[in-house]
């Protein structure tokens, strides 16, 4: 998952329009059959833990990444979904090469770090030069002067993704602004065990393109103590990491055809990139799985709605938003007829509810479905429980910008933030139970909205909606 | 820390016989100054990130120990302790050397391990062999036909570290009767980022000494899930370990002679050597610093209490016990001198209480000092609140058993096997405020001990003790 920073608000009346209540009771005995038989299964996670053991992580460019899209094709077809197809998407192709840091003064210590992606790499034998550690962009503001020449460590303890992502995302070009030689920040991260997280990075025409990497919040706190007693940290860099030419990749599509508006979507979403350590499950083969799980336990269970239930498992979240965009060009003005598009990109934990941008009407109808998936719901620190007022997904961006009711499935992911992007995103922090539970939710909100006989309406979203 | 076996128990009666309490009102002055001088000062803590920032980890035989121990020494001549000295201990040298481990087959993987303590090397190259994975030695001893030529795996869920270190400990020799060629552990930890953790093992007369080494509990469950699904998986292991001549290090002492009873001693104890990985301090720079501060707050407030009051830092308590049999050898037949001991060995989180192992009389008489240490302690699942039953340390457990009245310094210990033996050991795995009340708690322990007129009764522990 990215920071999302949607601009979807606009003028609209503050108070919801009264809507009529979807009357549930038509859908009550097909959603009793769903969250059986999703409750039964075991076979979200199944499919997650294979995909983690045996592709392992997948970045754009990968063969990794196209392998485990050539099964799950495969899969698709063996479950005898519709549609079945993989959507062409050039991908960016970062290759992280070797890399290593170490502390050369005033101890001499290795660091534990991930160069970031999209980092240039070093000149052959990695740059050696002191440290300035700094905790803000404010600071290094402050003490630019002492930058010049150096590496810029930027350890700033994590607050929310949104605002600690900020360092991770534009350190480099701060610190280069500033003349440094390199940029290192300090993982993005709310616990660690040593735990290096990566995660991208961008550079600004016109300022030095400089490498960047990520230390753990541990290294980053033995920096600091260093500094803080007066002494100079120096540490010696090298990253190999180079970016290649584009690559093809697909964005994998499989559906059920509507029985009557095969032509209006409900849209399940997630994404098959991950980056290049640990397995990619947390993020996000698993909210993959289940978008996946989704379709066919509906295919399996004979249930084919109204509109079409579509689960597009996106290529190139990560570094580039390529899979998103290609697939919001390709159903070109037929944008307004996705009426509904949820992503499950925050981990496949216990579910705690959807959250959803739309406009006031579409939201009020949305929300009546809440009674369906209440019992399933777990409390959390992490999201509001039941249906929400605002989230989204990276990959349903565009298609939210275009007017489409977007929602995100939420979940108990307060431990999201300990293994995202990093190598402990694996396999084991996930559990057969709470997939499968994501699963009832999903695939009962997707049945019940392709279902329904009128539409969600579209539009811009309301305020107070994100 | 190491797992704790002391067999002290011995008949005698079960109900405690009643004692008169130690009236507490003589001592309250000076606990109060203690108390507040302790918690108003992040000595404590400071030099514990000095030790792991400046020295980091300090295994027996390693340069950084013996650097950490002149330190020390100096710093307690600075800060004016009596009887300051480095009491010679030859320890063993085990050197880790380079080591890796890959998954070589079904598919390609780097696996994140830590050598154990003690072990042999790989020959050069390597070891490349399928791998049983077993859950236990029953499941060993039942597959045991399949065991030959492979290496053996454990992957045995941590339950308690007693319990679950014996594979750690003891793998290598059942998998080598088995005909393994090597063993692999799944990391004693309750909660992993990817995190490995290494420890001790030993060989034993007559069985095949193979290489055994951890892998983190992901990568061991990795593995698992790859036998349950029908594949073999095959591992190459490569390890430099070896084993060199022992070399000599030091306990630390440092005190406050008695002013009335010098040759009685209460002892307050920590071991300064740690695993070769992280810093070493939460096991144990951490506790060795409470002891030493303990120490130094008595003697900056001018308090020379009635019997001598020692900090001793042991040496290698992590793989050998080497210090904690020298010094119990050097107080000879004065071990009933010692009055009474404490480490501080479970990490200096936030004071729980104070576990005992010692006669009924002398719990008693302990246990009256219960009300002074109160208000610092917190509630915690890891231990009981208040002065308990049951507790001692690997480096007084030889002058335990010569019948001196033994106790741990027990703390909010929740996380301390996520973090023991392992990288992530590390200095902002502890905080000021809670080191500092750590020092109130022992401080205050040692005072009352070492100064009430009456001696706690030496003795074999009463059953119930432990």
């Keep these: 998952m990215r920071f999302l920073s949607l601009a979807l608000l606009v003028a609209g009346p503050l108070v919801a ?23 039964a299964d075991s076979a979200a996670y199944e499919r997650m833990a294979y995909i983690g053991d045996v592709f392992g992580h997948r970045l754009s460019g990968s063969a990794s990444l196209e392998a485990a899209i050539d099964w799950i094709l495969d899969e698709m077809r063996a479950d005898g979904l519709e549609g079945v197809r993989g959507m062409p998407v050039m991908v960016p192709t970062w290759v992280r090469g070797e890399e290593s840091a170490e502390l ?4 001499s210590r290795p660091l534990v770090m991930l160069g970031l992606g999209g ?29 010049a020449g150096r590496i810029v460590l930027f350890d700033v303890p994590f607050t929310t993704y949104g605002e600690t992502v900020r360092y991770r995302s534009s350190g480099a070009v701060e610190a280069a602004r500033a003349g440094a030689v390199a940029a290192l920040v300090r993982s993005v991260g709310d616990y660690s ?34 500094q803080e007693r007066g002494a100079t940290p120096s540490v010696r860099l090298s990253m190999g990491a180079r970016t290649e030419p584009d690559a093809l990749s697909r964005n994998v599509v499989g559906e059920i055809r509507g029985r009557e508006r095969p ?15 640990g397995q990619g499950v947390v993020d996000d083969a698993g909210g993959c799985v289940v978008a996946w799980e989704s379709v066919r336990l509906l295919h399996r269970l004979g249930l084919r709605p109204r509109r079409t239930v579509r689960a597009v498992l996106f290529t190139n979240e990560e570094n580039g938003l390529r899979g998103a965009t290609v697939y919001r ?48 719901l777990v409390e959390s620190r992490a999201a509001g429980r039941g249906i929400t007022r605002g989230g989204g997904g990276a990959d349903i961006g565009p298609l939210m910008e275009a007017g489409v009711a977007g929602a995100h499935l939420n979940t108990d992911a307060v431990r999201y933030f300990w293994v995202h992007h990093s190598p402990a995103d694996t396999v084991d922090k996930l559990n057969p139970g709470d997939m499968a539970k994501n699963v009832a939710v999903m695939a009962t909100m997707a049945y ?8 969600v309406p579209a539009g811009p979203s309301s305020p107070g909606s994100e």
């Excluded at 329009?17 to 038989?37: G, M, S």
């Excluded at 032509?263 to 350590?277: K, R, Y």
Aim: charged fraction near 20%.
């Design 17 to 39: 329009a009264a809507q009529p209540a979807v009357d549930l009771e038509p859908y009550r005995p097909a959603v009793e059959r769903i969250q059986t038989a999703a409750l």
């Design 104 to 107: 050369v003064a005033p101890v």
């Design 119 to 147: 980092s240039v790499g070093t000149p052959a034998g990695g740059i050696t030069a002191d440290v300035l550690v700094v905790g803000s962009f404010d600071e290094l503001a402050s003490r630019a002067a002492e930058a």
């Design 193 to 226: 065990l040593r735990t290096p997280h990566t995660g991208t990075m961008r550079y600004e025409d016109g300022v030095a393109r400089i490498p960047a990497a990520a230390i753990t919040s541990e290294d980053a706190a033995l920096l600091r103590r260093m």
């Design 263 to 277: 032509e209006e979507v409900v849209l399940l979403a997630c994404h098959l990139d991950s980056w290049d350590v």
């Design 329 to 376: 060009d390709s159903v070109g003005a037929d944008a307004s007829n996705h009426v509904f598009a949820i992503e499950s990109d925050g981990g496949a934990f216990a579910p705690v509810g959807v959250g959803v941008t739309a406009t006031d009407e579409a939201f009020e109808m949305i929300r009546s479905i809440e009674p369906l998936i209440m019992p399933h």
């Design 448 to 455: 019940v909205l392709a279902e329904i006989p009128e539409r």
